[in-house]
């Protein structure tokens, strides 16, 4: 395997890791009524969302290997 490949499932992993912690954050902020912790964490969570939606499509995609569009 490639280590670009490697790279880009890595940074991919770190992201959704990201993502996943932020929303959790804010949930637990909001629970707690501590509002500026849990907006920012919500912001955060938001473009994190944001970024994982404009990446190109994984280069390790089957799909994608195979000339098809998700």
Same mark, same amino acid.
């Given at each position: 395997m490639n280590s670009a490949i490697r790279?880009?499932?890595? &940074? *991919?992993?770190?992201? *959704? &890791?990201? *993502?996943i912690g932020a929303s959790t954050i804010a949930i637990i902020e909001l629970v707690r009524n501590d509002w500026t912790g849990g907006i920012s964490a919500a912001l955060a969570w938001l473009?994190?969302?944001?970024?994982?939606? *404009?990446?190109?499509?994984?280069?390790?995609?089957?799909?994608?290997?195979?000339?098809e569009r998700p």
């Open positions: 790279m880009e499932k890595l &940074g *991919r992993f770190l992201l *959704r &890791g990201l *993502r473009v994190f969302l944001q970024v994982e939606r *404009r990446l190109p499509p994984s280069s390790a995609d089957p799909a994608v290997q195979a000339g």
